[in-house]
């Protein structure tokens, strides 16, 4: 069955670390062509068909220390719809619609300081995430190499240092990724506040 004749449809997109220069223009124009957020879970988007809409979308981070139904209730009161809040490992991300019209502020943030607050509080939870990625294949090729040492397993203790080092980089290499994007996007928006 086509698309167009299709209820709902699932999309499986990668916005690694959302980036909502990239993903709110990609639902504005989903909306545009009638298919309207439905919710959202990682790499996974679902749409519901209907009249072709000029909706804008907002996306917000929570993290973890914000209290979310206060939160969603000052978003309600500006006017936003919230279509979703989707839960990671890292934090709570916040999907929400308006109507576009001459009147309204199409954004959550309207002031600099606050925009690039946000993207501070990203940064801060990537990294503790990435802390523990890292942190879990060290502890398991400890336990593991000692346990190998301890019976006298040397192919055994060579294979676990590979892959102890392997889940290293790659959890450092993440870490290290995410940490400069963010840092890049924070040094951004406060150049052009200036």
Same mark, same amino acid.
């Given at each position: 069955?086509?698309?167009?004749?299709?209820?709902?449809?699932?999309?499986?997109?990668?916005?690694?670390?959302?980036?909502?220069?990239?993903?709110?223009?990609?639902?504005?124009?989903?909306?545009?062509?009638?298919?309207?957020?439905?919710?959202?879970?990682?790499?996974?988007?679902?749409? !519901? @068909?209907? %009249?072709?809409?000029?909706?804008? +979308?907002?996306?917000?981070?929570?993290?973890? *220390?914000?209290?979310? &139904?206060? #939160?969603?209730?000052?978003?309600?009161?500006?006017?936003?719809?919230?279509?979703?809040? !989707? @839960?990671? %490992?890292?934090?709570?991300?916040? +999907?929400?619609?308006?109507?576009?019209?001459? *009147?309204?502020?199409? &954004?959550? #943030?309207?002031?600099?300081?606050?925009?690039?607050?946000?993207?501070?509080?990203?940064? !801060?939870?990537?990294?503790?995430?990435?802390?523990?990625?890292?942190?879990?294949?060290?502890?398991?090729?400890?336990?593991?190499?000692?346990?190998?040492?301890?019976?006298?397993?040397?192919?055994?203790?060579?294979?676990?240092?590979?892959?102890?080092?392997?889940?290293?980089?790659?959890?450092?290499?993440?870490?290290?990724?995410?940490?400069?994007?963010?840092?890049?996007?924070?040094?951004?928006?406060?150049?052009?506040?200036?």
């Amino acid at each position: 069955m086509s698309r167009e004749k299709k209820r709902s449809w699932r999309l499986y997109a990668a916005f690694l670390l959302p980036e909502a220069e990239r993903e709110e223009p990609f639902l504005n124009e989903m909306s545009q062509q009638g298919w309207h957020l439905e919710k959202t879970r990682l790499f996974h988007y679902t749409f !519901r @068909r209907g %009249e072709p809409m000029d909706y804008q +979308y907002r996306m917000d981070f929570l993290g973890k *220390e914000l209290e979310k &139904e206060a #939160y969603l209730q000052l978003l309600r009161d500006a006017g936003w719809e919230i279509v979703d809040v !989707r @839960r990671d %490992e890292v934090g709570r991300w916040v +999907y929400c619609k308006r109507t576009r019209s001459d *009147e309204a502020v199409l &954004e959550i #943030y309207t002031d600099p300081e606050s925009k690039v607050e946000v993207i501070k509080r990203i940064k !801060r939870a990537y990294f503790r995430f990435s802390a523990w990625v890292m942190l879990i294949p060290v502890v398991c090729f400890g336990a593991a190499f000692f346990t190998a040492w301890a019976l006298d397993a040397p192919e055994a203790m060579r294979t676990l240092f590979g892959g102890g080092i392997g889940g290293l980089i790659g959890g450092g290499s993440v870490c290290i990724w995410a940490w400069i994007v963010l840092r890049r996007k924070i040094r951004q928006m406060e150049a052009d506040r200036l």
